[in-house]
């Protein structure tokens, strides 16, 4: 694997799957979805090693995989907030699990057989429980602290960088301009939005809409068998588009960033417990699944949704999901030279719930950050990267 860093100059525009023309309105996505990232570092680096884009080059660099965008800061990554996190009080997360008792006289109707509604319990949550502003980013050591924690909460630690809002917006207003005159063209105004990606704003458990910005870092990787490809990512320092527009940003090898991708020591040794029956498996960047909702590697059984995570002997049943509403992608391709299909995604965050029925978890570490999505073009452009813990 080969660590890149990456410092962005302008704002980027990455908008998402909604038409745009004048008149209308661009309207971006709230983090750069991963085929984006993918497609502007494969372009980057057939560009540094002299290539034409055509027959077995264009190949290679599809067979990339790369690892999406993520924030660093103080050379920790920061990791999408998992889903089955609820604020509560000012200093508190309280986790969420799958419940099997129901309140009276309640009900579910699911697709499948085997799972059970996840929610609080009913001592964490009375009845007038509201639950507060979620910060969008945690970093690596409270996410690691979240995946291996037994207990119902966790505090919220007071250290300001622990947590980050999601990127701030710029709007702007454009004309068309008619190129017979060179003067703006009656009617033909439209807007367009870009995230500001050079700064986070911090979260504070006691005032959510702080207005306090941190100047971070992003970061991705490239993983790749073909020579020509990795000499070029090992050397890779150059100036290029990140999103529309062609807004630059910097593409850098950066190995001091090697183990920031690495499975925690912490998250290994729990796994490896003995006594662990039940493991989690959260999404820290948005994943596609032929089944929509859940991946296709779990086969509907009498029991459930039953499956093997991949490269793994680890058979898991599913218990319960914790994720958000369905988010179409798509995007322009330059191999076909057109519009990209609409897909439906999993949020990044999506939190998956599995009983082992047979193997180890401790299996499952050396899957750290590695794709569960079932197309093996989709695992390469950066899309359902997992991250393991304990429940």
Partial sequence: MIPIQVTVRDPIVSRDSRPFSAGGRMRPVDWPIPSMVAGCLRTLLGNQGGKDFSGQVLDDLKNISTGGLFPVHNGQLYFPAPADAVRSASTQFLRTSPQSAL???GGADWPVNGLDPVGLTFAQAPDNFKPGAMPAWWRADQYTQWLLCQASSMEIVTDANAFFMKPGNEERTHVSIDPNNGVAAD????????LNLTHLKRFSAGKPDCDENQEIELATFARTAT?????AAKHLNALSPLGGERRLARWQQQSTMATIWECP??????????SVAKVRMVLASP????HGWYPGWLKKSDLGLEGTVP???VKVRLKGAAIGRWRTVSGWSYEKHGPKALKRTVPAGGVYFFEIVSGQASALASRWLRSVCDDSQTANDGFGLAAWGTW
Avoid: N
Wanted: zero cysteines; proline letters at 0%; charged letters at 25%.
């Fill in 103 to 105: 309140v009276a006289g």
């Fill in 227 to 231: 020579g020509w490809i990795e000499q």
């Fill in 265 to 274: 020591e912490t998250i290994k040794k729990d796994l490896a417990k003995m």
């Fill in 287 to 290: 994943a596609i699944f032929t």
């Fill in 187 to 194: 009617g033909q105004i439209f807007s367009s939005s870009a």
């Fill in 311 to 313: 490269d793994t002997d």
